[in-house]
């Protein structure tokens, strides 16, 4: 599989907290939760930012801290924290987007109340001037506090330069996507996405490097595979692909996903900020152009419509919709999209998943994805 | 007696009588011109009031179908059409309701506009939406960020939510075709404020001792206050139901005889065993008195600021949008001043919003009272998740613990 680059983004992607605590011997680490933090911000003052992201061991520390029915995404983040005692932090950044990331914030801080913390408030609609002006106004409030934290002060130069950085890692992700769809032999949806995923761990710069590598090596081969033939074009949509031997199970099927409105794809890789006018606007106005996220109020269509569009304009053939078992939002979401996508005559297959999958339950979610591409794609 | 006498009437009868009247002006606003608005039971309610939109809350329609074991039935028919038997108790009916038309009370009129203020619960927000796409009708989100205990962050809080509130008017305006009354706005708020006063005097009789209120008196009183504030009516209710109350109060009368245990609420209720729960602790001499929740409408609101400000304030710091922290010292402050002496904490299935926190809660309570708590899961609204035998073997087991210990205090 493709270059050394590329093989040690795989590798770190697939165990990312152990780096962490490497790192930290160098910077301060400060994880943020999904979605939305600004880590631009984090990183111009110093700091080493990272993405939590749950882990797919057992739940055994945090069974008692949260009850059953929060989704794992939380329940799994606060594994991590509390199983490793906190050896790969040193402070979060808690974006609180549903009821449950408003309690996983509190529940967190008491639990270390040594460690930095801060909450970002971000709005939780997008539907109106407001929510613009909060977001720029909470990256202000984020800005002065990571300050204080950092103990230097964060000039607009270095908000310039953290934001360069930024965008140029989201291009290249990007540009690296669209090889990925173009030409799908050449690269497993399952690495692509853990090249993703190594993103939100590592050093930006290193990130870049290597990702730099991987792109050129891309471009360079691509021409070797241009035959798409016997595979199908997909949709993901939902909020986070986990655990991440679903992408595996998509690859077997030969399916090549050439769209999402993932948080940890899209949402993240799209669109760049501007690096001029005020830095905070800057921020919110990326913001704002982001794909729809479920637990963020706006036109209330767009649960689906985001994904017709997306659905028509890659001339896929199905959409897949991620649905983290207990996530609320998603919850109400899925029965009106499933409805929609009925009416349009668009196939739709639901894969409910949790952070701690079961062998039994991922071979069951083997087979139902296995016959849906036999009856539902005609393939055999 | 006088006539006058004759003619007041009491707080029940009045709960009653009000509450007919403000349902039979909701089912015919369309045709006095009036609009309905759905809105959360927390939310800025005195916009609509004074512009002639009527509020109805299918949170309160929820509560009646659950009162009346209905959930389960209504609950199921939307688990057929793919929603989870997880979600809220009250989404779930309300959708349930909606499909087959099932009501305890005739049901609501549809809605004409929806408006979901999230400082109670995000839950909501996203019901309404599948509300607002089956009815077609614009969804508002009033956005209240957690209100951090930083003051800076919270002066800027209440100007994100003060210059939501001028989108909604803006909203409201769209929808009415009429321009906004703002002298009418002061007013209205000066009613809620009055009532609001009221209900919170009505909840702080639970000092008394013994207390002529238990935390089923007030869940009776307070759906008033819910979907009348703001209205005059709403007002003489209270001062009614007060009077009364400090009535019994001055003679000494309490709701349960002999009265040694003084508890706690955490949580919603478990509606369909209200009086269950009443009769079983009354057995044992023990009475809740008070719970957050009953607090959350005993707002304070300032008529000499800015309106919109004073509700942006009232309504971002409800006791389920604050820090963990905070509410626990909102809940110790009760335990205070009603000198209670133990709790019953209760997680809600139906209710992430109150209960993800519960267990933390629970840790802080027991260990700044130096009183026991119980814990237990269970579900405000879906019998299914009710186990009858364990929650009634725990609460006995809980109150002979407090027994024990008054036993070895004495
Ligand atoms: S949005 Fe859903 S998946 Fe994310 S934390 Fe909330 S409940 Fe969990
Ligand atoms: S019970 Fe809880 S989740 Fe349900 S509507 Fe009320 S606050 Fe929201």
């Known amino acids: ?380 | 007696m006088s006539e006058k006498v004759q003619e007041k009437k009491s707080a029940k009868e009045l709960n009653k009588i009000l509450t007919g009247e403000y349902l039979q002006d909701a089912r015919t606003a369309h045709e006095h011109g009036k609009y309905i608005a759905y809105t959360t039971a927390v939310s800025p309610v005195e916009l609509f009031v004074a512009h002639d939109i009527i509020p109805i809350y299918p949170e309160n329609h929820a509560v009646a179908c659950l009162t009346k074991r209905m959930g389960a039935k209504l609950s199921q028919v939307m688990e057929n059409r793919g929603y989870t038997s997880h979600l809220c108790a009250y989404a779930r009916s309300d959708l349930g309701y909606r499909v087959t038309g099932e009501s305890p009370m005739g049901g609501i009129p549809d809605p004409d506009f929806n408006l979901a203020c999230n400082a109670q619960c995000f839950t909501l927000t996203k019901w309404f939406e599948v509300l607002s796409r089956a009815y077609n009708v614009p969804i508002f989100v009033f956005d209240t960020p957690q209100w951090i205990r930083d003051p800076e962050a919270r002066k800027e809080i209440v100007k994100y939510c003060v210059q939501q509130l001028k989108e909604l008017v803006a909203a409201l305006e769209e929808l009415t075709g009429k321009k906004y009354d703002y002298d009418r706005l002061r007013e209205v708020i000066k009613y809620s404020r009055d009532a609001s006063l009221l209900y919170r005097k009505f909840l702080d009789m639970a000092a008394y001792k013994p207390s002529p209120i238990s935390i089923f008196d007030a869940l009776i009183h307070m759906a008033i206050t819910v979907y009348l504030r703001g209205t005059p009516q709403c007002v003489d209710y209270y001062q009614t139901l007060c009077d009364e109350v400090q009535a019994k109060a001055d003679q000494g009368i309490g709701v349960v005889e002999n009265e040694q245990f003084r508890l706690y609420w955490e949580n919603l209720p478990i509606w369909f065993k209200f009086r269950d729960h009443f009769n079983l602790l009354k057995s044992y001499g023990a009475n809740i008195l008070s719970s957050l929740y009953i607090h959350a409408w005993s707002y304070e609101f300032d008529c000499d600021k800015d309106p919109l400000e004073t509700l942006a304030e009232n309504y971002v710091s409800v006791f389920s949008n604050v820090t963990l922290e905070e509410r626990a010292e909102m809940a110790l402050d009760l335990f205070q001043r009603y000198s209670m002496n133990g709790s019953l904490m209760f997680v809600n299935r139906s209710c992430k919003a109150v209960s993800f926190a519960v267990y933390t809660l629970k840790d802080v309570i027991t260990e700044k009272t130096g009183y026991p708590a119980l814990i237990f899961e269970s579900d405000m609204g879906d019998p299914r998740f009710y186990s009858e035998t364990q929650i009634k073997t725990r609460i006995e087991a809980y109150l002979e613990t407090l027994q024990g210990r008054a036993a070895q205090v004495a």
Request: negative net charge.
């Open chain 1, 1 to 380: 599989m493709g270059t050394e680059a590329l093989q040690r983004l795989v590798e770190i992607a697939n165990d990312p907290y152990g780096r962490l605590a490497d790192l930290r011997k160098r910077k301060k680490v400060i994880g943020s939760t999904l979605a939305d933090v600004p880590e631009e911000l984090i990183y111009a003052a110093g700091l080493h930012p990272f993405l939590i992201l749950g882990t797919n061991e057992p739940i055994s520390h945090s069974a008692a801290l949260l009850p059953d029915n929060s989704c794992s995404l939380a329940r799994s983040n606060l594994e991590l924290v509390v199983g490793y005692e906190g050896d790969f932090f040193d402070g979060f950044v808690f974006s609180q987007v549903c009821d449950t990331t408003q309690h996983l914030s509190d529940i967190w801080k008491r639990r270390f109340p040594d460690r930095y913390f801060e909450n970002f408030l971000a709005p939780r609609q997008v539907d109106r001037p407001s929510a613009r002006d909060w977001y720029a106004q909470e990256c202000r409030r984020l800005r002065k506090e990571l300050e204080k934290y950092a103990g230097r002060e964060i000039s607009d130069e270095d908000l310039w330069q953290s934001f360069r950085l930024y965008n140029e890692n989201r291009s290249l992700l990007r540009t690296l996507y669209n090889i990925k769809q173009e030409v799908p032999a050449l690269m497993t949806n399952r690495t692509f996405f853990d090249v993703v995923k190594a993103t939100f761990f590592m050093d930006r710069e290193e990130h870049n490097r290597l990702l730099q590598e991987v792109v050129d090596w891309a471009q360079g081969e691509k021409g070797r595979y241009e035959d798409q033939d016997g595979y199908f074009k997909l949709i993901v949509g939902g909020i986070v692909v986990e655990p991440p031997n679903i992408y595996d199970l998509i690859d077997e099927a030969r399916g090549n996903i050439v769209g999402d409105n993932l948080c940890t794809a899209s949402r993240y890789i799209y669109h760049d900020v501007d690096v001029d006018g005020d830095p905070a606007e800057a921020l919110a106005d990326r913001h704002l152009r982001k794909p729809h996220f479920s637990p963020i109020n706006e036109d209330v269509k767009r649960i689906y419509t985001d994904l017709l569009d997306l659905y028509r304009e890659k001339g896929a053939e199905t959409i897949f919709y991620v649905h983290i078992k207990y996530c609320e939002s998603q919850d109400y979401d899925l029965p009106d999209i499933k409805k929609r996508m009925r009416e349009e005559g668009i196939p739709l297959l639901e894969l409910e998943t949790e952070y701690q999958t079961t062998h039994i339950a991922h071979a069951q979610m083997k087979t139902r994805l296995q016959a849906f591409c036999e009856s539902v794609l005609g393939r055999t």
